[in-house]
T-cell receptor, first 109, second 114 residues
């Protein structure tokens, strides 16, 4: 079983729509959680950290459920520029990042 | 501001050849990581350096893979006797601190083994 499991999508949504997706992780000792964004044939870049209380960054909302070992990302008012692969990332120890396979989102005009 | 750079960006090797991939991390970053990303997958951890010390090489798939960071800055990932299954994008990342925080990735080296 992979350490981080994600729904691969693709999620194909119109501009202005809300899209949400999630991931699950297997290591209950994990302490740090992130969403990274990866554009086609580019490197991953940090989108946002995920905190236990949930957090927002503009149109993006991340939630963490430690009991269920579940992380979610919600994008409101989708823009064309939000089209990308979103990588769920868990840190199971002091330094190492474990990545999910990514969820592909395509926002259409 | 300089980010993480990697060279070459693309490498085509014949099966059995040795290759060397270079990473220049952000200046002053203590931690350096190598990842392997296959098509349609997320990056998979290969190895971790804290300054010049290689503290974790648990992700290296075989003893054909070797990484070094002799002066605690530039790092090289070497793959000996390349195989077709080694074809992937090799990503280097660096971070300022030792603890788990944001990692800054380079553009990657796309390796194709024929």
């Amino acid at each position: 079983r992979k350490e981080v499991e994600q729904d691969p999508g693709p999620f194909n949504v119109p501009e202005g729509a809300t899209v949400a997706f999630n991931c699950t992780y297997s290591n209950s000792a994990s302490q740090s959680f992130f969403w990274y964004r990866q554009d086609c044939r580019k490197e991953p870049k940090l989108l946002m950290s995920v905190y236990s209380s949930g957090n927002e960054d503009g149109r993006f909302t991340a939630q963490l459920n430690r009991a269920s070992q579940y992380i979610s990302l919600l994008i409101r008012d989708s823009k064309l520029s939000d089209s990308a692969t979103y990588l769920c990332v868990v840190c199971p120890n002091d330094y190492k990042l474990s990545f999910g396979a990514g969820t592909t989102v395509t926002v259409r005009a | 501001g300089a980010g993480v750079s990697q060279s070459p960006r693309y490498k085509v090797a014949k099966r059995g050849q040795d290759v060397a991939l270079r990473c220049d991390p952000i200046s002053g970053h203590v931690s350096l990581f190598w990842y392997q990303q296959a098509l349609g997958q997320g990056p998979e951890f290969l190895t971790y350096f804290q300054n010049e010390a290689q503290l974790d090489k648990s992700g290296l798939p075989s003893d054909r893979f070797f990484a070094e960071r002799p002066e605690g800055s530039v790092s090289t990932l070497k793959i000996q006797r390349t195989q077709q299954e080694d074809s992937a994008v090799y990503l280097c990342a660096s971070s300022l601190l030792v603890t788990c925080n944001e990692q800054f990735f380079g553009p990657g080296t796309r390796l194709t083994v024929l």
